[in-house]
Antibody
Framework: QVQLVESGGGLVKPGGSLRLSCAAS????????MSWIRQAPGKGLEWVSY????????YYADSVKGRFTISRDNAKNSLYLQMNSLRAEDTAVYYC????????WGQGTLVTVSS | DIQMTQSPSTLSASVGDRVTITCRAS??????LAWYQQKPGKAPKLLIY???SLESGVPSRFSGSGSGTEFTLTISSLQPDDFATYYC?????????FGPGTKVDIK
């Protein structure tokens, strides 16, 4: 069955960096585009970034452009999100999701940016 | 980016009520719209994709309709398990925008 498992969240100081990973299994990872989506505490869902199946096309939300980098390793069935220059407003649960309009999301990993 | 709005933001209803939530897109998204249900501490659960297609395993009391810029999610007879927050999401564009959510609570 399809599984997406995020890891790498934690507590980081403002200005710090963190790298999130999403391990995929149960499907042909290289056939699907992937996204990162986040949810701040008590808030709604916010799309963060998209990467095409090959990794050649990438988009970011304006709120993270220039600070976050999405990547994937199709050989390792893994998706990544490198987060630099973190701000308090980046505090959220980060989900990886397969495609769009998809029922396949991970369980989420919490990122807390605080001094 | 395509902007998504939802109404109402909060809805108080009773078990057995028929409930309708509206989602509007700032430009046409054809039928590339999904509806999700989310409960506290959980990942969103897909209910409807392509505006009106029921995800496998989702009860038939959930239905979706619409195309272009206006969409609705209907729960034909609200059940206790349905008290949750509902989000629409457009995937016409790879900037996968979400609506702000509609919280359905107990009247």
């Amino acid at each position: 069955q399809v599984q997406l498992v995020e890891s790498g969240g934690g507590l980081v100081k403002p200005g710090g960096s963190l790298r999130l990973s999403c391990a995929a299994s149960g499907f042909t990872f290289s056939d699907y585009y992937m996204s990162w989506i986040r949810q701040a505490p008590g808030k709604g869902l916010e799309w963060v970034s998209y990467i095409s199946s090959s990794g050649s096309t990438i988009y970011y939300a304006d709120s993270v452009k220039g600070r976050f980098t999405i990547s994937r390793d199709n050989a390792k069935n893994s998706l990544y999100l490198q987060m630099n220059s973190l701000r308090a407003e980046d505090t959220a649960v980060y989900y990886c999701a397969r495609g769009g309009g998809s029922g396949y999301w991970g369980q989420g990993t919490l990122v807390t940016v605080s001094s | 980016d395509i902007q998504m709005t939802q109404s109402p933001s909060t809805l108080s209803a009773s078990v057995g009520d028929r409930v309708t939530i509206t989602c509007r897109a700032s430009q046409s998204i054809s039928s590339w719209l999904a509806w999700y249900q989310q409960k506290p501490g959980k990942a969103p659960k897909l209910l409807i994709y392509k505006a009106s297609s029921l995800e496998s395993g989702v009860p038939s009391r959930f239905s979706g309709s619409g195309s272009g810029t206006e969409f609705t999610l209907t729960i034909s007879s609200l059940q206790p398990d349905d008290f949750a927050t509902y989000y629409c999401q457009q995937y016409n564009s790879y900037h996968l925008t979400f609506g702000p959510g509609t919280k359905v609570d107990i009247k």
